[in-house]
């Protein structure tokens, strides 16, 4: 699944959508506000049971399922990126992770 890194957003944020997608049942995750960048909405908090991105698998990592298309992409938030090393270098951004 294609995501966007977004430091700013405190957790990894999807629709609801890619989520039935990628077999997620979030109905049964508490129903929550959420501030967007297009204003609130509304969402379930869910737990993945791990999320694996280049190899970097992190084990329970808290989610945000917001109802209808939004965002398009993936929103690899911090509850995600905490755990990896971020570095940019003349413009690329590289995600590392110590074994």
Same mark, same amino acid.
């Given at each position: 699944?294609?995501?966007?890194?977004?430091?700013?957003?405190?957790?990894?944020?999807?629709?609801?959508?890619? #989520?039935? *997608? @990628?077999?997620?049942?979030?109905? $049964? /995750?508490? +129903? !929550?506000?959420?501030?967007? %960048?297009?204003?609130?909405?509304?969402?379930? #908090?869910? *737990? @993945?049971?791990?999320?694996?991105? $280049? /190899?970097? +698998? !992190?084990?329970?990592?808290? %989610?945000?399922?917001?109802?209808?298309?939004?965002?398009?992409?993936?929103?690899?938030?911090?509850?995600?990126?905490?755990? !990896?090393?971020?570095?940019?270098?003349?413009?690329?951004?590289?995600?590392?992770?110590?074994?």
């Amino acid at each position: 699944v294609p995501v966007l890194v977004d430091t700013g957003a405190n957790v990894v944020a999807l629709n609801a959508g890619q #989520a039935r *997608s @990628l077999g997620i049942d979030f109905r $049964g /995750g508490l +129903r !929550v506000p959420v501030e967007t %960048a297009g204003g609130r909405a509304s969402a379930w #908090a869910v *737990s @993945l049971d791990s999320l694996e991105v $280049g /190899g970097m +698998r !992190v084990d329970g990592v808290q %989610a945000t399922v917001l109802e209808g298309d939004f965002p398009a992409t993936v929103l690899l938030g911090m509850s995600y990126l905490q755990h !990896v090393d971020i570095r940019e270098s003349n413009g690329v951004l590289f995600l590392s992770r110590d074994w």
